[in-house]
C-alpha cells in the first residue's frame, strides 16, 4: 500500500540558518511527489512538485527538493529559512489509477523558526 | 489565493446531527476531491467527484457522502455526526486530464467542524 512518512514531527531551526525537512514514501510505481506547506488556521499550499525529469525540483518560496528513487525519498530543503517560514510542512504521494486519483499525505512536520 | 472557495469556515454541530460543507471549485475544473484533517494529522482522502459521478473512495464509511453539480460546484455530506468527525475538511479542485501528471491540484481554506 501507499504511504508517506515523515519522521520529524517538529523541528525547530534559528533564523537565517539552512532546512532540510525528511520524507520517505512507499509506492510500487513511479511515484508522483509533492510538499504542501500550511499555515495555522490556513488550506495546503502547493510549495513544488515531481512528476518525472531532474530529480532536483524547484519551489516557491526558495524550497527545493530531491527526489531518491534508491532512497525511497523526497527531502525538501531550504539554504535559509525566514521567520515567515514557521508553518506544518506536509509531504504526499500521488496515488491510484489516472481515472481516480488522490494524494496520500504523511503526517507533517512542523516547523518553528528561532529568532 | 487558489480560486477554491468552501463554506462554512467554521461550525459546530451535535452529536447525531447532518451537515452540509459546500466547495466552489476553481474555474475550468472538472474534478473535486474532499479531504478529512484532523488535529496534528495530515489529510487523508474522502472521495473525488468527476463529471458529477464520484470516482474514486478512501476508507470513510457511507454516511459521508457527497455530490457534484453541473456548474462542478460541490457538497460534503456527513450523516449520524460523531465526536471523531471533528475536524478540518479540504476541498480540492484539479482538471482531469489523464490523472496527477501535469496537473496542479488547487486546496481550499477549508471547512472547521466542531461535533459536540
Known amino acids: 500500500a501507499q504511504s508517506v512518512t515523515q519522521p520529524d514531527i517538529h523541528i525547530t531551526v534559528s533564523e537565517g540558518a539552512s532546512l532540510e525537512l525528511r520524507c520517505n514514501y512507499s509506492?510500487?510505481?513511479?511515484?508522483?511527489l509533492f510538499w504542501y506547506v500550511q499555515s495555522p488556521g490556513q488550506g495546503l499550499q502547493l510549495l513544488l512538485k515531481?512528476?518525472?525529469?531532474?530529480?532536483l525540483v524547484q519551489g516557491i518560496k526558495g524550497f527545493e527538493a530531491e527526489f531518491k528513487r534508491s532512497q525511497s525519498s523526497f527531502n525538501l530543503r531550504k539554504p535559509s529559512v525566514h521567520w515567515s517560514d514557521a508553518a506544518e510542512y506536509f509531504c504526499a504521494v500521488g496515488a491510484g489509477s489516472s481515472s481516480a486519483s488522490k494524494i496520500i499525505f504523511g503526517s507533517g512536520t512542523r516547523l518553528s523558526i528561532r529568532p | 489565493e487558489t480560486g477554491v472557495t468552501q463554506s462554512p469556515t467554521h461550525l459546530i454541530k451535535t452529536r447525531g446531527q447532518q451537515v452540509t460543507l459546500r466547495c466552489s471549485s476553481q474555474s475550468g475544473h472538472n474534478t473535486v476531491s474532499w479531504y478529512q484533517q484532523a488535529l496534528g494529522q495530515g489529510p487523508q482522502f474522502i472521495f473525488q467527484y468527476y463529471r458529477e459521478e464520484e470516482n474514486g473512495r478512501g476508507n470513510f464509511p457511507p454516511r459521508f457522502s457527497g455530490l457534484q453539480f453541473p456548474n462542478y460546484s460541490s457538497e460534503l455530506n456527513v450523516n449520524a455526526l460523531e465526536l471523531d468527525d471533528s475536524a478540518l475538511y479540504l476541498c480540492?479542485?484539479?482538471?482531469?486530464?489523464?490523472?496527477?501528471?501535469?496537473?496542479?491540484?488547487?486546496f481550499g481554506e477549508g471547512s472547521w467542524l466542531t461535533v459536540v
Open positions: 515531481y512528476f518525472s525529469g531532474d530529480t
Open positions: 509506492y510500487g510505481a513511479t511515484p508522483y
Open positions: 480540492a479542485s484539479s482538471l482531469k486530464t489523464g490523472g496527477l501528471s501535469g496537473n496542479t491540484i488547487y
